[in-house]
């Protein structure tokens, strides 16, 4: 599994600078590095252990002041998958929705990967800081036992910074549609 690299700038041109130094300090994939609200920049990169941590290590040594900085060893496959932008293959007929929403985007990024690892669920969409003030939120789906398991891993890993967790059983099509991205049957 691929290693991922988190750092939240408090300053936008900091994080300009933070982003460029991560990618020089070595062989990583930028996956992020953009404006979040309440004027942080936030930086995602992957890549083998070493290379990620000499990433973060860059950053953290640079004289500017970060909000947080993560290395996550052994990210899930799914929270890369979504964090590059590629749509997971919606699950046979959701039973049901789990909706996590978190005090910022960093945190939101780690919560996800611990829930996917700990039940059998699909990340389908996770938002981070932008045009909601900062926080993050991430939306999975599955049975209910597994997405109920899910959300209990998450909020372990969140504690203070949980801000709501929602398990949705049966979720009416629409809303799996609007929050997910992909349509479930209709319960019967």
Known sequence: MDTLGIVDSRS?????????????????????????????????????????????H??????WKLAASYVVPRVSRQVLDVLRGT?????????????IECRNAADGVIAADAAVKRADVVLAR??????????SYFVFTGDVEAVREAAAAAAETLGDSLL?????????PAVTRALAGFASPKAS
């Open 58 to 63: 860059a950053a953290r040594q640079s004289g």
């Open 87 to 99: 749509p997971p293959s919606p699950p046979p007929g959701p039973a049901a929705l789990g909706v």
């Open 164 to 172: 709501h967790k929602v398990v949705i059983p049966q979720p009416d």
């Open 12 to 56: 936008i041109a900091a994080g300009a600078q933070l982003a460029d130094a991560m990618a020089k300090a070595a062989p990583v994939d930028l996956l992020r590095a953009s404006v979040v609200c309440v004027g942080r920049f936030l930086i995602l990169v992957s890549g083998d252990r070493a290379a990620v941590e000499t990433s973060v």
């Open 126 to 135: 996770m938002v981070l800081g932008q045009g909601i003030g900062g926080k």
